[in-house]
């Protein structure tokens, strides 16, 4: 008998799953480790948890906090999340009715618009756009309309965010501080967005989760806190970068009641829950002082400015940070065709790795000119990619 032919006709796949790539964020530190480079592409801190936090998730399993947590998080950890909304943003929340804990603020983020989004229904995003929005959008069955930041502070044209808008919007979604630009959305920005959420009785699904790393002065105002948005805002946030431990895959999403109750199914179907002692461990880091805070932030202003400094100094136009913490660059000048072909001569000759441009772009080419860079690491990390960038400029 004939063995089976292993390329025989097989069941059609996903047509969704078909129409996005793997992720060239996650590619990248793949080929990084390949090539034994120096790692900038991948927005993971290479320096230590708090100790008091991997100290209470070592007790957590210790005391057996080791089954599952109730399906829309811990009930300690739900109230820790509301307190420190209130006290550092001043926005009250129902931890009992209004908060959802997931696997990170990436389910998060697809549970709720797989509870909001119908078919038809389309979401206005910011372009350049963290990548996960993309195939965001296509599993939960929404048409995105994209408007976009523009360089060099990444502002948008009022205009084209209204034309965006229209009687099939489901949601805006809006990050801030912006992966990858630096932007942190301004008062008045936020208020235009709230006034055409409200003309067209749509959502604003806000990523926070670089909330503290702020510079120069700027200040996050998490668009729950603007008068009229509080009731039609899903705010996605996570431990992930805030307390360095972006493996614990702890998160949540913040949505009035009804919109709580559809994340919280959808949730509970898709994962049951997030990791039981972590949760624990994040009552402790939500009980932290505004210290803990600013420390954060004036150590990450000094990785924002090394870096700014090394890529200048090889070649590169930076655009400046404000929040968050990847430095946007233009690269026109090295002459390379595009972005990818730049950014895998990069790992492989140089032995840095960032992330094509065009990967936070619709149309590739829009990206072609950007590669972006991570600074969230410790001190010999960037100095290991200040030694091999400074090779840069005798070579092309
Ligand atoms: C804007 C943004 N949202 C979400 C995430 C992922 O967060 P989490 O690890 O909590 O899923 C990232 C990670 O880089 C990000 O940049």
């Known amino acids: 008998m004939k063995p089976a032919n292993s390329t025989a006709i097989r069941p059609d796949l996903s047509d969704k ?27 993971f801190p290479d320096f230590p948890a708090p100790e008091e936090i991997k100290r209470a998730a070592q007790e957590a399993i210790a005391r057996d906090v080791n089954q599952y947590a ?17 006290r550092t943003q001043g926005v009250r929340v129902d931890p009992e009715r209004e908060i959802t804990v997931c696997c990170g ?12 989004i119908n078919p038809g229904d389309e979401v206005v995003v910011f372009e350049p756009f963290y990548e996960n929005y993309g195939p965001d959008a296509i599993l939960s069955g929404a048409a995105p309309r994209f408007v976009k930041l523009q360089p060099p502070d990444w502002t948008f044209d009022p205009e084209e965010l209204a034309a965006a808008f229209g009687p099939r919007t489901k949601a805006i979604i809006l990050n801030t501080p912006n992966n990858p630009t630096g932007k942190v959305f301004e008062r008045a920005e936020l208020e ?37 948005l509080a009731d039609r805002t899903i705010t996605i946030n996570a431990l992930s970068k805030t307390y360095c431990v972006t493996g614990w895959r702890v998160g949540w999403a913040i949505a009035p009641p009804d919109a709580t109750a559809a994340i919280r199914k959808v949730h509970d179907f898709m994962t049951v829950g997030a990791a039981a002692p972590l949760q624990e461990a994040g009552v402790v880091a939500m009980g932290f002082p505004a210290d803990y805070y600013e420390k954060l932030a004036r150590d990450y202003l000094i990785r924002r400015d090394r870096l700014l400094g090394i890529l200048t100094e090889a070649g590169f136009r930076c655009f400046k940070p404000r929040g968050a913490y990847y430095i946007m660059t ?31 772009y619709r149309h590739a080419a829009d990206g072609k000119n950007h590669l972006r860079f991570t600074f969230c690491k410790k001190e010999a990390t960037l100095q290991a990619a200040a030694e091999r960038l400074a090779k840069l400029k005798a070579r092309v």
Request: proline share 2%; hydrophobic share 50%; net charge negative.
């Open 70 to 86: 109730i399906t829309w998080g811990a009930k300690a950890f739900r109230n820790a999340i509301a307190e420190k909304f209130g």
């Open 105 to 116: 603020s990436t389910e998060a983020m697809i549970s709720s618009m797989l509870a909001i």
């Open 330 to 360: 233009d690269i026109s000048a090295f002459g390379f065709p595009d972005d990818v072909a730049f950014a895998k001569y990069l790992v492989k000759e140089i032995g840095v790795a960032a992330v094509p441009g065009s990967s936070f």
């Open 192 to 228: 235009s967005i709230r006034d055409l959420c409200v003309r067209w009785n749509a959502f604003a699904i806000t990523d926070e989760i670089y909330e503290h790393m702020l510079y120069d002065g700027a200040r996050h105002i998490s668009p729950a806190a603007i008068e009229g």
């Open 17 to 43: 799953a078909a129409r996005f790539t793997e992720s060239v964020i996650r590619e990248m530190t793949r080929l990084a480790i390949a090539h034994s480079a120096v790692n900038l592409s991948q927005g």
